[in-house]
């Protein structure tokens, strides 16, 4: 997005977290793995006992489950379909092994026990250059890393896994996906297949984070870029947003395969005010469009990686979707260059241009919002192949490493930026719906619409021939580096 942005941890702290690691690994990982499926939703995780061990700490479907005082664990009221579980060994003076192997099992809905009485076993086994590792890390914190692929690439279809149930941040759908597989030198960290009817909020918030927030002393909702919309947020737990909001349509729509998300004519709208901030009632009210926006704010942030989604843009004057990465800090001067990494955006009248920008503040404090900078990819940050990307899904993806961004559409690298500005902070990923704003009425050498002044969007034409367009996304997968 083309406004404000985030910040890091310094190398002290870095260098602390790194000599933690290297001495975590006294002690040996946890192995010879053995799932039972018991029946009922219920698995007993086994391992080889490991010598200097008193605990276990046992990570389930990429979420932290629990510790064991002996090399056993069960699971309880898992639903139909894959899960995995990871384990590390506790020494007594409170160091930890690596992370084992990661062992894979299909849960049924009925008993799995053989003609014997006795359970299935399911050996663990490590996939080919790949390692096994830990639950989704948050906050680049250098020790920890993903659940990792099982032996058997072959996709297993199963069943939408219940949201209440999916407390994990790695999606356990995206296990039946090949592709997951064939990012050698990757562990995924972080995925999303909306394969359910719901958004599943232990990954995503349904909000801005400077939307809907207090500000000193005011509760207020604040808008950016001059845009047209109110983000609706079916996740909050503001009882007036939820009073006033709630009886409005959910731009969230989810029908099992994906997540679309709708922008719809504002039946609030009864004003025609132009603030850029105030109590919600007064911004629902003077916004001609109701959107979306979701973020992974405080759920998870990485610091470089492989970030990639599958997205189909709408075509329609005045949409302004985008898929980007931001900083996490509260308040701009908390240590952080409120760094944004833009991996697609695009506006709706030109759907055969995709915008991709880095931008960075310097001198940013208390009492000054920095000084902006705008790297500029290479060759452009405007990218034409000649492809209208509003026909169908495209794979949009960063692959940011120290000192390097590049942009891909479908696999292809298609912009590149080299600055060590890249390096300074762990940022989360935004996607969201805008509608209008200060862009879209640029000149159309800039980008916009290239309309004069007294027709900007959206006139009344553009209001009264809506056509409820959608930004559609089949996944969101984020990777790390092994």
Same mark, same amino acid.
Not at 213 to 235: A, M, S, T
Not at 357 to 380: E, I, M, Q, R
């Given at each position: 997005?083309?406004?404000?942005?985030?910040?890091?941890?310094?190398?002290?702290?870095?260098?602390?977290?790194?000599?933690?690691?290297?001495?975590?690994?006294?002690?040996?990982?946890?192995?010879?793995?053995?799932?039972?499926?018991?029946?009922?939703?219920?698995?007993?995780?086994?391992?080889? &006992?490991?010598?200097? $061990?008193?605990?276990?700490?046992?990570?389930?479907?990429?979420?932290?489950?629990?510790?064991?005082?002996?090399?056993?664990?069960?699971?309880?009221?898992?639903?139909?379909?894959?899960?995995?579980?990871?384990?590390?060994?506790?020494?007594?003076?409170? %160091?930890?092994?690596?992370?084992?192997?990661?062992?894979?099992? *299909?849960?049924?809905?009925?008993?799995?026990?053989?003609?014997?009485?006795?359970? @299935? @076993?399911?050996?663990?086994?490590?996939?080919?250059?790949?390692?096994?590792?830990?639950?989704?890390?948050?906050?680049?914190?250098?020790?920890?890393?993903?659940?990792?692929? &099982?032996?058997?690439?072959?996709?297993?279809?199963?069943?939408?896994?219940?949201?209440?149930?999916?407390?994990?941040?790695?999606?356990?759908?995206? /296990?039946?996906?090949?592709?997951?597989?064939?990012?050698?030198?990757?562990?995924?960290?972080?995925?999303?297949?909306?394969?359910?009817?719901?958004?599943?909020?232990?990954?995503?918030?349904?909000?801005?984070?400077?939307?809907?927030?207090?500000?000193?002393?005011?509760?207020?909702?604040?808008?950016?870029?001059?845009?047209?919309?109110?983000?609706?947020?079916?996740?909050?737990?503001?009882?007036?947003?939820?009073?006033?909001?709630?009886?409005?349509?959910?731009?969230?729509?989810?029908?099992?395969?994906?997540?679309?998300?709708?922008?719809?004519?504002?039946?609030?709208?009864?004003?025609?005010?132009?603030?850029? *901030?105030?109590?919600?009632?007064?911004?629902?009210? @003077?916004?001609?469009?109701?959107?979306?926006?979701?973020?992974?704010?405080?759920?998870?942030?990485?610091?470089?990686?492989?970030?990639?989604?599958?997205?189909?843009?709408?075509? %329609?004057?005045?949409?302004?979707?985008?898929?980007?990465?931001?900083?996490?800090?509260?308040?701009? *001067?908390?240590?952080?260059?409120?760094?944004?990494?833009?991996?697609?955006?695009?506006?709706?009248?030109?759907?055969?241009?995709?915008?991709?920008?880095?931008?960075?503040?310097?001198?940013?404090?208390?009492?000054?919002?920095?000084?902006?900078?705008?790297?500029?990819?290479?060759?452009?940050?405007?990218?034409?192949?000649?492809?209208?990307?509003?026909?169908?899904?495209?794979?949009? $993806?960063?692959?940011?490493? &120290?000192?390097?961004?590049? /942009?891909?559409?479908?696999?292809?690298?298609?912009?590149?930026?080299?600055?060590?500005?890249?390096?300074?902070?762990?940022?989360?990923?935004?996607?969201?719906?805008?509608?209008?704003?200060? /862009?879209?009425?640029?000149?159309?050498?800039?980008?916009?619409?290239?309309?004069?002044?007294?027709?900007?969007?959206?006139? @009344?034409?553009?209001?009264?021939?809506?056509?409820?367009? $959608?930004?559609?996304?089949?996944?969101?997968?984020?990777?790390?580096?092994?």
């Amino acid at each position: 997005m083309l406004c404000s942005i985030r910040l890091a941890f310094a190398s002290l702290v870095f260098l602390a977290l790194s000599s933690f690691a290297s001495t975590a690994l006294a002690i040996d990982a946890p192995g010879g793995f053995r799932a039972t499926d018991l029946g009922s939703g219920t698995v007993m995780w086994q391992w080889d &006992p490991v010598a200097d $061990a008193v605990r276990y700490e046992v990570t389930v479907d990429g979420a932290f489950a629990g510790t064991a005082s002996g090399p056993s664990y069960v699971s309880a009221n898992l639903w139909v379909g894959d899960h995995s579980v990871t384990v590390k060994s506790i020494s007594a003076d409170g %160091q930890y092994s690596a992370q084992s192997q990661t062992l894979k099992i *299909y849960v049924t809905s009925v008993s799995a026990f053989g003609p014997d009485g006795i359970g @299935q @076993q399911f050996e663990a086994q490590a996939t080919p250059g790949i390692p096994a590792a830990a639950p989704a890390p948050q906050n680049d914190d250098p020790g920890a890393s993903a659940v990792t692929a &099982p032996a058997s690439s072959t996709p297993v279809v199963s069943a939408p896994t219940p949201v209440s149930s999916d407390s994990g941040l790695i999606d356990p759908a995206s /296990w039946a996906y090949n592709e997951v597989y064939q990012k050698p030198g990757y562990e995924l960290v972080f995925s999303d297949e909306f394969n359910n009817t719901s958004l599943n909020s232990n990954r995503w918030n349904t909000q801005l984070k400077w939307d809907g927030e207090y500000n000193g002393e005011r509760y207020e909702y604040r808008l950016i870029n001059g845009e047209d919309q109110f983000y609706v947020n079916p996740l909050t737990q503001d009882s007036e947003h939820r009073d006033l909001i709630a009886t409005l349509p959910n731009p969230f729509e989810l029908d099992g395969s994906r997540l679309a998300i709708r922008a719809l004519r504002n039946p609030l709208k009864n004003a025609n005010t132009d603030l850029s *901030y105030g109590p919600l009632r007064d911004i629902a009210r @003077q916004q001609p469009f109701l959107s979306g926006s979701m973020s992974t704010y405080e759920k998870f942030s990485q610091r470089y990686g492989y970030y990639e989604a599958r997205i189909k843009i709408p075509r %329609q004057e005045g949409t302004f979707p985008a898929f980007w990465l931001f900083h996490e800090r509260r308040r701009a *001067y908390e240590d952080t260059q409120r760094t944004e990494i833009d991996i697609m955006e695009n506006l709706g009248h030109a759907p055969q241009y995709v915008y991709t920008s880095f931008h960075f503040f310097k001198n940013v404090s208390p009492t000054y919002g920095g000084d902006a900078n705008f790297l500029k990819p290479y060759p452009s940050g405007q990218v034409y192949t000649g492809t209208d990307y509003s026909r169908n899904y495209h794979v949009y $993806a960063v692959r940011w490493e &120290p000192g390097r961004v590049e /942009w891909l559409i479908d696999g292809q690298v298609v912009s590149t930026l080299d600055s060590n500005e890249v390096n300074y902070e762990p940022l989360y990923l935004i996607m969201n719906l805008a509608i209008g704003g200060n /862009w879209t009425n640029f000149p159309a050498n800039a980008g916009g619409l290239g309309r004069d002044p007294g027709n900007y969007f959206p006139t @009344q034409s553009d209001i009264d021939n809506w056509s409820n367009p $959608a930004l559609e996304i089949d996944y969101v997968r984020v990777y790390k580096r092994n």
